[in-house]
């Protein structure tokens, strides 16, 4: 029959669309569970949206480039679909995040504490290291009017405790205050429009050096300020140290004092919250979504892989949800790209595939006529807790442990009827290829335990 | 701001895309959990597939009624979307497993064991109880050339550990074989042709009764075989007393009686794979996916909720995807469709919403001069692994406490500046309402010990 079939598809990848083998997404999803364990450390409670929102929804806040990015739905064929066209793939979880907020506002208890991670799509150009579908996980702190700056006090201890249980090396959060270059570019003269535009090549420095911020300065004809601006942003030294240095520049005006104020009570906080001071630094170089971000921003990066980037980001905004109700709901989060993060982890060989199987054990099946106790004994070491496979397919021993060993199992039971009519049963070590015999109902409990 | 915002979109739900409260999410989150845990008990490996598939992929099989519900990507600017409309949502797991097992064949070990939790995708007409998003939870063994009749017998198994530990009530796995309908119609003279309507019609009486059946039969002028086809589908009686029936019917067809023996075979191999007796039942009237199950058929339904119909169904085929590779795969599986099921424990009051967050403890802050101590606290419960939220938002205690009610906390912690000075703390059992002061060094194992 399959020899038969015509026009037989040969499947290939969809450029910007991963896949894992199940040896990867076994990573990705330890991950998964590690991130959502500390967000649930921190009483995040869990939603999940729709994969779509209404079009309206999503062009709301309007953004040209966004909207370019965006994939809306279809009927496969022309006369199906009903009224997909009215709805589009969600291009990240902000949006949905406002728009159920909105929704459910009566049904929510503020502050409202959520997390959420899910797949998110954008229409990118397809080119390496690109993706057009990714898991973000997002975490908000919502309020209602009003919500307390311990809230911003308290994210970098909810990144601290991901990054520490994800394991993948010493990173640094990087913290800042929206108010102090805004205010003190204020202070200094510039309107709203030339402060943005000189935080934006502000935000190059990393990449481009100083070139972009001085040409700007000097279009603006504001060469003079050049270097206190730059004085600000490249401000050296330790957290304390810049703390202090901001604290002496008094005469910067009240939004900057603000921010000053807002960074130093960020900072005062961190022992208490159990955040190693190593892990945590004042950045004012740090710049982030100009439009949204309204007073603490966070970056975070790997410090043995600068060349990551930021790996979680997030900051303050002064309200969510304006587009869809008539509330004010200021708010503070972050979001972590998994998809490009975790591809970066295994890329660079930081984190690596191991077993091919959840099961840490394969009851092998070298003399068929024992089919029922190798069963019964897969279903003692269930019950026992332990991930257990049986080999059903009718080999010889030696290519049921070259399975087991190519699988990645940590353990094979070799039930024998030398063996089974003493009622005990032999075990193997697949990584230390020692062999040991034991009372079969001891099995499990041996295993358990070695497994710890 | 807020209140000068013109043209603001008032959010509504989507038809058929459902979501839940955070309360009831968390239901869902542990129910996923319970079967991720089930499947992986039994060695089955994660994988996870894009959201799309090529138009291709997803066309390959056919079926007009399928490909109506088929939704694709488009940009939503015309000229934007790029290559969008060359994929579509996929509408099961089976083809992207096909697809994926297709693709990635030469880095697969099989047998390969797969479970996959995903969303799907189906266009259908918005109506009560019809989703268009859904979750599926599939497990599928997939042979290479060959699969052994023992991976049929260990498929209830798995059901049987997912049910048990889902814990919604008693319920019993449906199992036949295609093999005996069809042998037996075949011994009777029907061409395939006719065989499939009959069962198609045979599939109906459940909700239907047997006229159209008799009618078809009618039709095919073979009335004289009614009383034969009903005795065989609606064969009363236990497991045994049925697969003894069978085995006395030893002249019907070579196809029939590999059909008895394999379904003799899974029953058989129940007691050793630790599946209760009341759990799992021959029923020769369950029919399933006629054009693709060549062998065990399983259904699952909840005893005291016949209404659910199967909330678990599945079963072996010949030839998992011949669409896609010159190489013949059986397999078997089973899928979950957990949105509808959960939906529906929902609704009939099976399980039920409980607290709000994920944190069992909030710390208040009835004096904010104790912010510092409040957060220490707060860190040494979470260093304890004890999902702890603190009140950061500057309220007298009276409405502390009633967010901790409405949120549903089981603790409530109540730093008190009088038993800090003497290093002790009070806390708070919100549903026994009673009180405790002890040593705040002990504070978080005694509530780890009581939470269990």
Redesign the interface.
Known sequence: ???D?RN???????SG???????E??V??QMIDQIRAA??????????????????????KGGEET???????????PQ???D??D???HFDLTVPLA??V???NN???F?F??YQIQ?V?R?E??QHGRFR?FTQCDIDIV?DG???L??DA?IP?VIS?VFSSLNIGDFTIRISNRKILTGYLAHLGFDEDAASSILREADKIDRQGTRPLLQRLDSLSASAAADDILALVQMQGSSAEILNNLAAMSDSGERFEQGVHELRTVFE?AA???IPDENIAVDLGIVRGLDYYTGTIYETRLDDHPQLGSICSGGRY??LA???????LPGVGISIGLTRLFSQLLQAGIVKPGS????QV?VTTPDESL???A??IA?AL??A?V????F???ARLGRQLR?AS??GFRFAVIPLPEDMESARVKFRDMDAGEEYTVPAAELPQQIARRLG
């Open positions: 029959m399959c020899a079939r037989r598809i040969t499947p290939t990848p969809i669309f991963p896949e894992w083998t199940p040896a997404r076994m990705e999803q967000f649930e450390r921190f009483g995040f409670s869990p939603i999940e949206t729709p994969a779509v929102e209404r079009n309206t929804v999503l062009t709301a909207e370019r990015q965006i994939y809306s739905l279809t009927g496969l064929h199906s679909g009903g997909a066209r709805y589009s793939l728009r159920y909105a929704q459910h049904d929510l208890v502050p504490r959520r797949k799509w229409g150009r397809p579908e309020g009003k919500l307390s311990m809230a308290e201890a405790a906080h208490a919250f159990g002064d309200d304006s587009y869809f109700i008539r509330r004010t091919a199987s959840t099961a394969l089919m029922s106790s069963i019964e279903s269930r019950a807790q991930n257990t496979e049986i059903f397919e009718g399975y190519r699988k």
